[in-house]
């Protein structure tokens, strides 16, 4: 049987993803934060790096056993994957913003025009939040900037993933409301997790552990 | 002379979007795996039955209704490809054998049909094999569920394989402290696999710190060893089942995991999957489902798994597995009609499988050509002559 194989989301995620892992007591050194091969032997696993929105799939259908991804792409992807631990790093949320003062008229074009143009990166995330309000929207698939989207006419609004907001303000952007929060989870395949346990739930444990007291120190 | 149809008409002869034609090679192992499976399941006292391929649409499915592949009738009335065999045969049990007594032991192996999310590569037709048990309820119909799944599974000729059991029931009295309504929600967020979620909101609605840790425990609780240390309710009940469920079918195959929740929200009792530390996916789900057949207004117990067929095949695949002693297929190269004709009749009343002609297909079959010479000889690639019965000796 192959080593346990841990899917790691590059990015933002990558440095605290192998912290936390270190802290779990796998020996991950720094394995392939630099270099180019994508799946590195790490002590007794194998981390696997690839895009954030892959991981989810890598993991769902057994190719990795376990990951560490965003609740954000968990909610996007809709994955059947198990999530373990919240481990409370890559703190962001999903919100509804709309240009600065536009708000009286954008909800003046609804009442006139029946529909609202929203753009974002997260069309699922989108679309279920419309419509649990309601509000009948277009959805406009964009694969970035899409907090120029509004200030070019191509939506009145936008669905979108901040950390601080400052690219909100920086455009001109306010937010409308909060959809979701979102932080990195410990995610398993199901069928890993079932007959794997002996070597996950040790991991399990040790990461909820790392988790709170750093949720602890934070205080 | 060029019969190149060219590319753009290949592909307007391609099925429709996860559809596909299963070629010989594919369907002869198949065909084996069902018939292995069929004589299982018949050695329990299981009966064979076909339900329509068209169902209700309106039906009181499981499956989501976004995921079935429907359209609507002539007269206007919707309808819907079988999403799954187990609603169909809640619903012929409830209209055919409403007073039956006694138990009703039923099997199929059907393809079932369902919209999938098409990046996954998935496909909107697959075969299913399963059982239900109708009627009876306790540990040694739970058993037989159980055993018999693991019997099926190693006569196909999978091994190393678990059927991990849980139990809604003890999950439910785990949370049985909060509101009906609090519960159910704590309770979906498991199914759908968000633990983080559950016990979050396990929390927000009250539940103590005492009973936190117990659900911790219990969700943690995988092997026999964990499931004795369990003081909850059904316990014991689930330890009834397993012992049956070895005694029925010998072997170290059954392990206790409570974490174990399908997503389908209709089980009511043990839960179970069929699982391989290689594969991705579960091989076979099942489970008690005592609610189900009450939606189509006969409340009676049942039990039941299904197997999905082409992960089946694909585990048995890996392991290295094909159809066992396949008979090779005799290619015989013609001479005079007549001698060839008789000759290939009594290569096949020896029982050989014969073929006239070179053949496109062989289906991976091993393959042994050899020419007529008259009505009892055919000379082998070796250049010999030999009679029928000799050849029918060395082939067997």
Not at chain 1, 93 to 118: I, N, Q, T
Not at chain 2, 201 to 226: C, I, K, N, P, Q
Request: hydrophobic share 50%.
């Amino acid at each position: 049987m192959r080593p346990l194989r841990i899917a790691l989301a590059q990015g933002a995620l990558l440095a605290d993803g192998l912290a936390a892992l270190a802290a779990a007591g796998c020996a991950v050194g720094d394995a392939g934060v630099e270099g180019r091969r994508l799946l590195v032997r790490a002590g007794d696993v194998e981390i696997v790096r690839a895009r954030p929105s892959d991981i989810a799939t890598y993991v769902a259908r057994g190719a990795a056993d376990l990951g560490i991804v965003g609740k954000d792409v968990l909610m996007e992807s809709g994955a059947q994957v198990l999530e373990l631990v919240d481990l409370g790093f890559g703190a962001c949320r999903f919100v509804v913003a709309a240009p600065r003062d536009a708000l009286a008229r954008a909800l003046d074009d609804y009442r006139h025009l029946g529909s609202l143009e929203v753009a974002t990166k997260y069309p699922n995330v989108a679309e279920r939040h419309f419509r649990a309000r309601g509000i009948a929207v277009e959805i406009i698939k964009v694969a970035g900037s899409t907090e120029l989207a509004p200030q070019v006419g191509l939506s009145d609004w936008i669905v979108d993933l901040v950390a601080t907001g400052g690219t909100l303000a920086a455009n001109d952007l306010a937010i409308v409301e909060e959809i979701a929060p979102s932080t990195a989870r410990l995610i398993a395949n199901p069928a890993a997790y079932h007959t794997r346990r002996s070597e996950i739930a040790p991991l399990v444990e040790k990461l909820a552990a790392w988790a709170a007291a750093r949720t602890v120190a934070a205080r | 002379m060029n019969t190149d149809i060219g590319q753009e008409a290949r592909a307007a002869l391609a099925p429709p979007r996860g559809f596909r034609d299963i070629l010989p090679t594919e369907a002869r192992e198949l065909r084996a795996i069902e018939r292995t499976l069929s004589e299982v399941f018949a050695s329990y006292g299981y009966l064979p039955l076909d339900p329509p391929l068209l169902e209700r649409g309106d039906a009181a499915g499981l499956v989501d209704p976004a995921r079935l592949i429907s359209f609507l009738d002539r007269d206007g009335t919707r309808v819907a490809l079988r999403p799954d065999l187990t609603t169909a045969v809640a619903r012929l049990v409830a209209q055919r054998y409403a007073n039956a007594e006694g138990a009703l032991r039923l099997s199929y192996f059907a393809p079932v049909f369902r919209e999938e999310p098409a990046m996954l590569g998935a496909e909107r037709e697959y075969d299913q094999a399963g059982v239900e048990l109708v009627g009876p309820v306790g540990p040694l119909a739970d058993a037989e569920a159980l055993a018999l799944l693991a019997e099926s599974l190693a006569c196909a000729g999978l091994h190393d394989q678990t059927v991990e059991v849980g139990h809604v029931g003890i999950m439910r009295s785990v949370f049985a402290g909060l509101g009906e309504e609090a519960r159910a929600r704590v309770l979906r967020e498991f199914r759908d696999g968000d633990h983080v979620g559950a016990m979050r909101a396990a929390r927000r609605f009250g539940m103590s710190g005492t009973a936190l840790a117990t659900a911790e425990r219990v969700l943690r609780a995988r092997g026999t060893r964990d499931l004795d240390a369990l003081d909850v309710p059904g316990v014991d009940e689930l330890r009834a089942v397993l012992a049956l469920a070895r005694e029925m079918f010998g072997g170290d195959w059954v392990v206790p995991n409570l974490a174990l929740l399908p997503s389908l929200p209709y089980y009511t009792g043990v839960v179970f999957e069929a699982l391989r530390p290689d594969l991705g996916f579960p091989i076979a789900a099942g489970g008690r489902y005592d609610g189900l057949l009450a939606a189509y207004g006969t409340a009676r117990p049942a039990v039941g798994f299904a197997i999905n067929v082409p992960r089946l095949h694909r585990a048995l695949f890996e392991t290295g597995w094909r159809p066992r002693h396949p008979r090779p297929l005799v290619v015989l190269e013609p001479a005079a009609p007549l001698a060839t004709a008789r000759c290939a009749a009594r290569l096949r009343g020896v029982g050989l499988v014969v073929a006239i002609g070179a053949v496109a297909e062989t289906a991976s079959l091993p393959v042994v050509t050899v020419a007529v010479v008259d009505d009892e000889h055919v000379r082998g690639a070796d250049g010999r002559t030999v009679g029928v019965d000799e050849l029918a000796r060395t082939l067997r």
